[in-house]
């Protein structure tokens, strides 16, 4: 559920009309939904009735400042990737004590930064990592908490760029040498083991394999408590959204109509399918969404350049690019993509939906029938809240877009547009060109 509609002809975001902010703005800039963000966030918190549970949230998917402390003020703690990540959650006000820092290559500065910082636990992809933790914990003179996260070797069945959890991927350590490394752990002087933790991927629709993971590791974690007295799993992120027909039927999308069987993965599901197993374990329980967190969240709006009218083939050509949203050129992702007035007198067009950059990826959709739109229109593109702005890069020379956050009838921008002068701002002629 979230809270893009159409009030008469004009697509709404809460109560704010998307073509207002498009004017004042300027395009392409993304917009965020506090109250979907809100209610995302309560959906997945409460979904394991009678389960001692964090939402750690997955900065990577949108590290926005205000969506940082929007989510703070929830009570949300937050899962970095970078000491970067941790520093955005810092400078976006909220707190870090109870929240964790994973990722394959930490660097000593990263380790020093989050000791410092006093994060909850570090979450450990190798061996060789865990003796680099107690020597910067050592240097430091603190102890560091830590989870291994184990790999279960399972199959997320999702697109082969975002699966994590088998064993032709760098996260993570092998189930079979987990205990090992546990054993390992348990003899450096600086490292208190504090849990177990598991993230098998992203954008998973369904719930069997986060079912298969927790019957893998449910007898490790039992035995982890046992002989180390751990008090937490962590199950990771990976709930998927959906991105078809996102707006179609009102307040509720399409597939909420379907008998539950046929209906992708929602939190409630999640949560009720996963909750009997972890209560058995009777360890707190971490979940770290990401994409379910602000997807749905968030659009991109863009103005319409041209209309190019091709041999059998037409092409809209719009001002967002995917240096702007690079999910369909990297992920052969799909988002819908509506006017931002709509006008039932119109005629259907088909067309690829393209940006303005020097690339044939450069494409937001194929053969889209879309209500015919022209030059200097607006358009949305539709669950660009996660992995969106984050991936943006200046390609072409073009700026990182504006962000601007929605919450009733209140809307701020949130970052500003890029502008020339910061974009060369690190950059010089040498002496030896002068
Ligand atoms: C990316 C990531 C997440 C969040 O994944 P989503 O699919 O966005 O929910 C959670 N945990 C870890 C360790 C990650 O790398």
Redesign the pocket.
């Known amino acids: 559920m979230h809270h893009f509609r159409y009030a008469g002809q004009n697509l709404h975001c809460e109560s704010v009309d998307l073509a207002e902010v498009a004017r004042l703005y300027g395009t392409p800039t993304y917009v965020y939904s506090a109250t979907t963000i809100e209610d995302n966030y309560t959906r997945i918190a409460g979904s394991m009735k009678g389960l001692d549970v964090r939402v750690c949230y997955?900065v990577?998917?949108n590290s926005n400042l205000a969506v940082l402390r929007h989510l703070g003020n929830l009570g949300s703690s937050f899962?970095f990737?970078s000491a970067g990540e941790m520093r955005r959650v810092l400078a976006a006000g909220a707190g870090v004590r109870e929240s964790v820092f994973?990722g394959v290559g930490k660097t000593e500065t990263e380790i020093r930064l989050a000791l410092e910082a006093g994060i909850f636990a570090f979450?450990v992809e190798s061996e060789p990592e865990l003796a680099r933790i107690n020597h910067v914990a050592g240097k430091l003179g603190v102890k560091a908490s830590i989870s291994i996260r184990v790999n279960p070797d399972v199959d997320a069945h999702t697109h082969a760029k975002i699966t994590t959890g088998t064993s032709a991927n760098k996260f993570g350590i092998p189930l079979k040498h987990a205990s090992a490394a546990y054993e390992a752990a348990s003899k450096y002087p600086n490292i208190t083991i504090k849990g177990i933790q598991s993230?098998i991927g992203?954008?998973i629709t369904e719930v069997g394999p986060f079912e298969e993971t927790l019957e893998k590791l449910g007898p490790l974690a039992l035995e982890l408590k046992e002989r180390y007295g751990i008090t937490y799993i962590s199950i990771?992120?990976?709930?998927g959204v959906v991105y078809k027909d996102a707006l179609a039927s009102g307040p509720y999308s399409w597939w909420e109509t379907l008998p539950e069987a046929k209906r992708p993965l929602t939190p409630e599901v999640y949560g009720a399918t996963l909750a009997p197993a972890l209560s058995g374990l009777g360890l707190k329980v971490l979940l770290?969404?990401?994409?379910?967190m602000v997807a749905n969240a968030g659009v991109l709006l863009s103005r319409v350049e041209y209309l190019k009218r091709g041999q059998g083939k037409n092409f809209l050509i719009v001002d967002a690019a995917m240096n702007d949203l690079v999910r369909p050129a990297m992920y052969d992702s799909f988002h819908e993509i509506v006017p931002l007035r709509r006008d039932t007198t119109r005629r259907a067009l088909v067309a690829d939906i393209v940006g303005p950059i020097c690339e044939s990826t450069d494409c937001f959709a194929k053969d889209r029938q879309i209500q015919e739109v022209g030059e200097g229109e607006y358009l949305a593109l539709m669950s660009a809240g996660?992995y969106g702005h984050v991936m943006a890069s200046r390609y072409n020379t073009r700026p990182i877009p504006a962000e601007v956050l929605v919450k009733g009838s209140a809307f701020e921008l949130v970052t500003a547009r890029e502008t020339f002068e910061e974009q060369i701002s690190n950059e010089k002629i040498p002496a030896f060109l002068k």
């Not at 990771?236 to 709930?239: F, R, T, W």
């Not at 770290?288 to 379910?292: A, D, F, K, L, N």
């Open positions: 997955a990577k998917a899962e990737a994973a979450h993230h992203s954008q990771g992120g990976g709930i770290e969404p990401g994409r379910s996660a």
